[in-house]
Structure formats: structure tokens, C-alpha cells
């Protein structure tokens, strides 16, 4: 029930594609959804994060679309360009986690020029 | 201003003997989360820090142990060292009131 499944594990798209990347929940009581960005030696980094009362939300070229009814959010990435390449983490978690996070196994994505 | 510091940056150690990492959060954040990250999965949840009590715990062993300093600091503690320990270990920092987490750049353990 912990469990947060991620894909697809890897991704290419050209320059100026859609990047899609796709997460699946099983514990309602999750009610924060974030999304990281992680590049080679360094820390993961916060994307953009939903709660479960919206089934969208977009900033800049970066959206996340929700659906409660599924257990299912993704992430989509307009315009991609080479500097989005790297490896991207969803997450859940909630007050009733305590801060902590649940993180899926992430996605490699390279955007090719 | 400076975000999360973490001390040091890489770590070669003997099975069997123990490590100390170091992790200065960002300013204004009270919470200290410690997670393990082995190449090529998503960070696990070791344990959260806040007023310097461990309030909620992953599934670690004893082995991995913790402390969190009056300046909010924290410091994890690996005993017995197993070759499965290798990892990247990332601190992440947070106001206990909300979910925004700010990560370190980790600590690169390798035991050997």
C-alpha cells in the first residue's frame, strides 16, 4: 500500500517533443504529489507538486495532470529541450506521513538536439 | 542563503565499520528527513528529525541511528557496515508545518 510505480523507466524524445512520464499510487491517504528533477551528482530537486482537490497544474513548461478516481498522476513536459535531460522522480506523502515521502523508481530521460 | 549543506561529499569505508554523515539544513527550515538512494532507484526514507527527537522511521535496522542538534543540524550513524550500505544518503530539510523538502547533494558512501 506503501508503493508509488513509476514509468517508463527510461525515455527519449527530440527537442521540442512531449515528455510523458506516468505514476500510479495505492494509499488514499496520500494528499501531496510531487515531482523531482535530478541531475548526475546532485540532489533531487522540486518540480512542481499537486494536491489531490485539482486535476492539473501547470507551470511554465512543466504540467501535472491528476486523477484521484485512478490513483494515477503524470507528468508532461512541453517543449522539451536537451537540459530537461536527466532523471525524474515522482513522489506521495501527506500530513499523515509526517513530512515523509514515497518515491518511485524514476524515469532516465534524454532529449535528443 | 545557503540551502542544505551536507559533509562530506564521499566516503570509502571498511564492512564492518561505522560512518558519520553531516547535514546543516536550510535556513529558516526545523525538519531534517534522512533518505538512502542506491544507483539507479528513488530515494528511501531512513528517518525525520524535529525539536532533536526521531519522529518517524522507515525500514532500517538499528544499525542506522540519528541525532538532531539545537540548531537543527543532524547527523546520521551507520554501525557494521554491510557492502549493501553503499548508497548515496541524502538529508533533506523541510518547515515541519509543510511538505516543501530542499535536498543536499548527498554523501556518496562506498564500502569496500
Known amino acids: 500500500q506503501q508503493q508509488v510505480k513509476q514509468s517508463p523507466q527510461s525515455l527519449i524524445v527530440q527537442k521540442g517533443g512531449i515528455s510523458i512520464i506516468n505514476c500510479a499510487y495505492e494509499?488514499?491517504?496520500?494528499?501531496?504529489f510531487p515531482w523531482y528533477q535530478q541531475f548526475p551528482g546532485k540532489g533531487p530537486a522540486l518540480l512542481i507538486a499537486?494536491?489531490?482537490?485539482?486535476s492539473e497544474k501547470k507551470e511554465g513548461r512543466f504540467t501535472i495532470s491528476f486523477n484521484k478516481s485512478a490513483k494515477q498522476f503524470s507528468l508532461h513536459i512541453m517543449d522539451s529541450q536537451p537540459g530537461d535531460s536527466a532523471t525524474y522522480f515522482c513522489?506521495?506523502?501527506?500530513?499523515?506521513?509526517?513530512?515523509?515521502?514515497?518515491f518511485g523508481q524514476g524515469t532516465e530521460l534524454s532529449v535528443k538536439p | 542563503d545557503a540551502g542544505v549543506t551536507q559533509s562530506p561529499t564521499h566516503l570509502i569505508k571498511t564492512r564492518g565499520q561505522q560512518v558519520t554523515l553531516r547535514c546543516s539544513p536550510k535556513?529558516?527550515?526545523?525538519?531534517v528527513s534522512w533518505y538512502q538512494q542506491a544507483l539507479g532507484q528513488g530515494p528511501q526514507f531512513i528517518f525525520q528529525?524535529?525539536?532533536?527527537?526521531?519522529?518517524q522511521r522507515g525500514n532500517f535496522p538499528d544499525r542506522f541511528s540519528g541525532h538532531q542538534f539545537p540548531n537543527y543540524s543532524s547527523e546520521l550513524n551507520v554501525n557494521a557496515l554491510l557492502l549493501g550500505d553503499s548508497a548515496l544518503y541524502l538529508c533533506?530539510?523541510?518547515?515541519?508545518?509543510?511538505?516543501?523538502?530542499?535536498f543536499g547533494s548527498g554523501t556518496r558512501l562506498t564500502v569496500v
Open positions: 533533506a530539510s523541510s518547515p515541519w508545518s509543510g511538505n516543501g523538502y530542499t
Open positions: 513522489a506521495a506523502g501527506g500530513n499523515n506521513q509526517g513530512g515523509k515521502l514515497i
Open positions: 535556513s529558516g527550515h526545523d525538519t
Open positions: 499537486i494536491r489531490p482537490d485539482v
Open positions: 528529525y524535529y525539536e532533536e527527537e526521531e519522529r
Open positions: 494509499n488514499t491517504a496520500f494528499d501531496y
